[in-house]
């Protein structure tokens, strides 16, 4: 079952800016690393910052961030592999078809398609697999469907 929400869209391409240099800095507080924040984060690396290595990196990026605040990753809590790299082919795939410019436009464009929602992943994975520890702790392959 799928619950309906509307995201909270960002104003301004500085507070996207804002938000990966602070998750680069591990100065964010941690109740501003919310979904939109994560998808926001995500398509502001992989468009402005060339010198980050999503792929290779952002396991470390996340892991740092979610300890600097306090947060513990573990079997249950913190940093989900299959997720985040779910995510990363999804913003990939969106911006491969976007004709958005200026970086508050495409986030808020992506967070309103279908990239955007909670459930995204779930396309994918079936629920058992995605929740899995073996699909937080490393990458799974997806069991229903091919990733983008």
């Known amino acids: 079952m799928t619950t309906e ?6 104003k301004r391409d500085t507070d996207i800016r804002a938000l990966g240099e ?5 100065a964010l507080p941690r109740e501003a690393w919310t979904h939109e924040a994560h998808l926001g984060a995500c398509l502001w690396l992989l468009t402005e910052r060339p010198d980050v290595d999503v792929d290779a990196e952002i396991d470390t990026v996340i892991r740092r961030f979610n ?12 940093y989900h592999d299959s997720i985040t ?5 999804g913003v990939r795939l969106f911006l491969s ?13 992506m967070l309103l398609s279908d990239v955007g929602r ?6 994918f994975y079936s629920r058992d697999l995605l ?6 702790r490393g990458f799974v392959e997806p069991d229903l469907e091919p990733l983008p």
């Open 5 to 10: 929400y509307s995201p909270r869209l960002f």
């Open 22 to 26: 602070g998750l680069l800095a591990c």
């Open 67 to 78: 300890e600097s605040v306090g947060g513990v990753n573990d079997d249950h809590q913190g």
């Open 85 to 89: 790299r779910a995510y990363v082919a």
């Open 97 to 109: 078809e976007t004709d958005e410019t200026g970086l508050a436009a495409r986030v808020n464009a």
């Open 118 to 123: 909670r459930d995204w992943p779930l396309r």
């Open 131 to 136: 929740f899995s520890v073996a699909a937080r």
